[in-house]
């Protein structure tokens, strides 16, 4: 009979697998190559670690696609944000809400939750091992039996695999979940990046390094037709671009490069339409008559962009406002309701906060999570096909689904020990 349920992978899911395999009484060995737990949750939200969304089920759900939805619903009822939160208040961790629905530690530190995380492994009696590389899975008559190490077996008829995505590879993001998933019969679907920065074709000038775009909206468009648009702040970097606008849509487009060159489209003031931005201007000038043009264009957009704008569309930024005729009026009107930023060139699938694609949903029990290919196999978190919004929706996404599994694992467990008990077979 197997001695422990082994969860592989000690991030969010994994770790919240492990705890809850444990606390249910079952013994559990949670294995991590990485020589800490929890390496990209001590990276995300800048350090500070955007533990979850303050929104009821319903508004988390809706920060994810349909399919992804529907799936996630069974998990984010059995587990949700408040569960969460209440389980790392019991280990000392306070937590707040940062009034944009964001929920960090108060302290602002990533460490803190991954200490608390830690200390709930402890209190449940997890069984840890660090710097532990896993070579397979092993299974027979499509049920798992094993983990195999280098020198190592540990035979288990209950394996949870939390490897998470590929994204990050400093954290020891590597993929092989999705190897040994494949390896098993699992749909792999394919992986792109998600929340991840992009490059544009032409390059935005070094000058506008750090300079934001607040609140416009960013719209893609492929063969003519906009594919998708999202609403939010657009920073512009050294390389490219990124801020939640950018971030939110990347997903889209990196599943559409990979067949089709995709074009971006900025509305600056999305608020106003056409003819209100052009009567504002209108009015401007009258009022201003001998305002240079930079001046009345810099209401609307950064200052250190608008030299470049207006001459890139044959306007003297230092023309005065009473000279400006029509069709220059409506060039600028054009530029803050239709720039056309660029061609997308690069999306890089390890600068994402998430990677989107993974194992197929169709194959994992949403009540269970476990395959429904190989008996006693668990997936959860990064590594399935789920990629959420910004804001703690995808660490939701992997507590919630890494409690289903450990869960799941642990009552699956239990229900067989008598059966192992008559058989005596340490493989059972």
């Not at 702040?233 to 990124?242: K, R, V």
């Not at 509305?267 to 056409?274: K, R």
């Not at 994402?352 to 006693?376: F, H, Q």
């Amino acid at each position: 009979m197997t001695n422990k349920i082994i969860v592989i992978g000690g991030g969010a899911s994994g770790i919240i697998a492990a705890w809850r395999s444990a606390s249910l009484g079952v013994p559990t060995i949670l294995i991590e190559k990485n020589s800490n737990l929890g390496s990209k949750i001590l990276i995300s939200g800048g350090g500070k670690c955007n533990i979850t969304h303050s929104g009821n089920n319903d508004t988390l759900l809706k920060g994810f696609r349909k399919n992804e939805a529907n799936f996630l619903k069974p998990a984010f009822y059995k587990f949700s944000n408040d569960d969460i939160l209440k389980l790392l208040a019991s280990r000392g961790l306070r937590a707040e809400d940062r009034g944009d629905g964001k929920i960090f530690p108060v302290n602002g530190r990533a460490s803190d939750v991954v200490d608390a995380l830690k200390s709930c492994l402890e209190a449940a009696g997890v069984q840890i091992r660090l710097n532990t590389d896993v070579e397979d899975v092993l299974t027979d008559n499509q049920s798992v039996v094993g983990v195999k190490f280098e020198n190592e077996i540990i035979y288990s008829s209950q394996i949870i695999l939390a490897t998470g995505g590929l994204s990050y590879a400093k954290t020891g993001a590597t993929g092989d979940g999705y190897v040994w998933a494949e390896k098993l019969g699992h749909k792999l679907i394919p992986l792109t990046a998600a929340l991840a920065p992009m490059r544009i074709d032409p390059k935005p000038p070094v000058e506008w390094s750090g300079v934001s775009l607040r609140d416009c909206v960013l719209a893609c468009y492929s063969g003519g037709k906009k594919k998708a648009e999202r609403q939010g702040d657009l920073l512009f970097t050294h390389i490219g671009i990124s801020g939640p606008a950018v971030l939110e849509l990347s997903r889209n487009i990196a599943e559409e490069i990979l067949h089709n060159k995709v074009f971006l489209v900025v509305d600056t003031q999305p608020d106003l339409d056409d003819m209100k931005l052009d009567e504002i201007i209108k009015k401007n000038i009258l009022e201003y008559p001998n305002k240079e043009i930079k001046s009345l264009v810099s209401q609307f957009l950064p200052n250190r962009m608008v030299d470049k704008l207006l001459y890139d569309r044959r306007i003297q930024p230092e023309t005065r406002s009473i000279n400006l005729n029509r069709s220059a009026r409506i060039r600028i009107v054009k530029l803050l309701k239709e720039w056309e930023l660029g061609e997308v060139t690069y999306i890089d699938l390890d600068k994402g906060e998430v990677t989107a694609g993974g194992i197929s949903l169709k194959e994992i029990n949403p009540k269970t999570m476990e395959s429904r290919i190989v008996k006693g196999l668990f997936l959860c978190g990064e590594v399935l096909d789920i990629a959420g919004s910004i804001g703690g929706y995808n660490l939701q996404a992997a507590y919630s689904t890494g409690f289903v599994a450990g869960e799941s694992a642990a009552l699956d467990y239990i229900k067989k020990i008598p059966i192992c008990q008559a058989n005596r077979d340490r493989n059972c």
